[in-house]
């Protein structure tokens, strides 16, 4: 158990509609991070948030945003679905900027399928 | 383009059998190299950093190296239990924020 809350677990979309999705951070985590994990692939860094602001961007369109909050919650919003966005997307919060001072927390998930 | 790759995809063992997985990497500007678990349907779970060539680590069966182009995960008599897919995942200095993941190894462990 990492403290790392997602919402929802499963949800199904179609195409050319928007989603958001939810994390909780573990408490005192100040930074968290969005990856999508296709299946059968491993994670892809979407971005990171550290204390509200953007920290960072993987290879994403600007439909893929988010936000994070003073309580360090966050969400990833994801708009104009496309088929391709099916996948399990991954919060994972951390106690410092960057990862390489420690290890992410994952949460278990949000798995997203768009019809 | 900074890379991790991953060997072999997938794995199967007979309880009690020791293997090794493997995960290469872009050579230049490594920053930490993260060994993670994941279950089906599941979150990875952090296993081990390592940040230097030589370094080992060691968690029950498991135990982690770290060479100049390369990371071994060992499983020294494995049980069921330790079925997973095991990610490898390195930091490097063009992006201090980001694991760049390999694809992993879907492990099975039968009794």
């Known amino acids: 158990e990492t403290g790392v809350t997602q919402s929802p677990t499963h949800l199904i979309k179609t195409r050319g509609q928007q989603v958001t999705l939810r994390c909780s951070s573990q408490s005192g985590h100040n930074t968290v991070s969005w990856y999508q994990q296709a299946l059968g692939q491993g994670p892809q860094f979407i971005f990171q948030?550290?204390?509200?602001?953007?920290?960072g961007r993987g290879n994403f369109p600007p439909r893929f945003s988010g936000l994070q909050f003073p309580n360090y919650s966050s969400e990833l919003n994801v708009n104009a679905l496309e088929l391709d966005d099916s996948a399990l997307y991954l919060c994972?919060?951390?106690?410092?900027?960057?990862?390489?001072?420690?290890?992410?927390?994952f949460g278990e998930g949000s798995r997203l399928t768009v019809l | 383009e900074d890379q991790v790759t991953q060997s072999p995809e997938a794995l199967r063992l007979q309880e009690g059998e020791s293997s090794s997985l493997n995960c290469s990497y872009t050579v230049s500007g490594l920053r930490g190299l993260f060994w993670y678990r994941q279950d089906p349907g599941k979150g990875p779970e952090f296993l081990f950093t390592l940040y230097s060539a030589g370094e080992e680590k060691e968690k029950e069966r498991l135990k982690a190296t770290l060479t100049k182009k390369e990371s071994f995960l060992h499983i020294t008599a494995p049980k069921p239990e330790d079925s997973a897919t095991y990610l490898c995942a390195a930091v490097f200095s063009g992006g201090y924020n980001k694991l760049i993941f390999g694809a992993g190894t879907r492990l099975a462990v039968h009794p």
């Open positions: 948030y550290y204390r509200e602001e953007e920290n």
């Open positions: 994972a919060s951390s106690l410092v900027r960057g990862v390489i001072a420690g290890e992410l927390f």
